[in-house]
């Protein structure tokens, strides 16, 4: 089977060079913001877990290679119970995303979405016994103070936009870890197929109680989030193998650029200065975190990107 570069004409040692690393990263930014600008113009005629339902299911079209292999799965409970949980905490994290994309500017969405690795590095610590050394603690508290910087509360209004993405990230953050776990058991393709599975189940009663019959323009609007979506996963995993995430990783910060030139240009949002400094901090500790992890030879927190939709 050819090699997921080579599909995209790059042999295996161009692949191996952290400037397409770099490349692959930066089209994966690209991907990522247009979910959210597709996610913004969609607005709020269709809920929340509506459209994180459509969106999940016109998904399951790109699983078809897949079907044989789940088919033929064989899992024991305990697989399946990690399974479950990470489609739990992952459907929560995705409604709760769609709710805040549609009532907060891109760039706030943007910024705050940069502290699930945090909560990862968090998380690590309290549940998989993973030691939090005085530099990862300090780099922590600073990502945290830049949330702070960007939410202001006491200064501005926090609303339940804000409020969403805040516990958006730790839902995605959860996801992630018990993706670790389930990561030893099956294989990632397994780990990507269940997930959208699940979390597709896990939105349908939810979009069923608040459904609202959508126009052939969502529908297609959503379709397109989906194909985003995918090919920003995709671009994202060809990104890390080309280059370690302590080169990768910084790259993400252009995501938070692009979203304050998109939601200027295209949506009439104000450029908040507050957003990107708090932004820059967060992204700067996750960063470090990286970097410390990689001087350590473990990795622990995820690459800002594999915590989106």
């Known amino acids: 089977m050819p090699s ?3 599909n995209v004409g790059i042999s295996a040692e161009d692949a191996a060079r952290p400037g397409w690393g770099i490349f692959w990263m930066v089209v994966t930014g690209l991907l990522f913001v247009g979910v959210t600008a597709l996610v913004k113009v969609l607005g709020t005629r269709v809920p929340a877990p509506q459209a994180a339902f459509l969106r999940y299911a016109m998904g399951l079209v790109f699983l078809l290679p897949m079907l044989a292999t789940l088919r033929d799965l064989r899992l024991d409970r305990g697989t399946w119970g990690l399974i479950g949980a990470r489609g739990a905490f992952h459907t929560a994290g995705v409604a709760l995303w769609f709710y805040a994309m549609a009532r907060i500017p891109i760039a706030d969405v943007t910024a705050m979405n ?7 590095t968090l998380g690590a610590a309290l549940f998989l016994g993973e030691r939090l050394a005085l530099r990862r603690v ?3 508290v600073v990502a945290l103070c830049g949330a702070l910087i960007i939410l ?36 990632a393709g397994v780990v990507v197929s269940m997930l959208s599975i699940f979390v597709t189940l896990g939105l349908a009663p939810l979009a069923w109680a608040v459904w609202v019959p959508p126009t052939m323009w969502e ?3 959503l379709f ?17 193998r080309a280059a370690p995430l302590t080169v990768t990783q ?9 979203a304050v030139i998109l939601g200027a240009v295209v949506f009439g949002e104000g450029v908040d200065p507050f957003v990107v400094l708090g932004g820059t901090v967060i992204v700067a500790s996750v960063s470090f975190i990286s970097w410390r992890e990689a001087m350590l030879k473990r990795r622990v927190t995820p690459p800002v990107s594999a915590t989106k939709v």
């Not at 730790?170 to 058991?185: D, E, H, P, Q, T």
């Not at 979506?229 to 890390?240: K, P, Q, V």
Request: net charge positive; charged share 5%; with cysteine.
């Open 250 to 258: 910084p790259v993400t910060f252009l995501q938070l650029v692009w």
């Open 219 to 221: 529908l297609a609007v």
């Open 4 to 6: 997921m570069s080579a």
């Open 114 to 120: 940069y502290l699930s690795p945090i909560y990862v």
């Open 152 to 187: 202001r509360p006491g200064f501005r209004e926090v609303g339940a936009g804000h409020l969403a993405m805040l516990f958006t990230a730790v839902f995605f953050g959860g996801s992630y870890l018990l993706a670790k776990m389930i990561s030893g058991r099956v294989s």
């Open 138 to 140: 300090m780099a922590v």
């Open 224 to 240: 397109c989030v989906a194909c985003l979506a995918t090919g920003g996963h995709y671009t994202m995993t060809l990104a890390f």
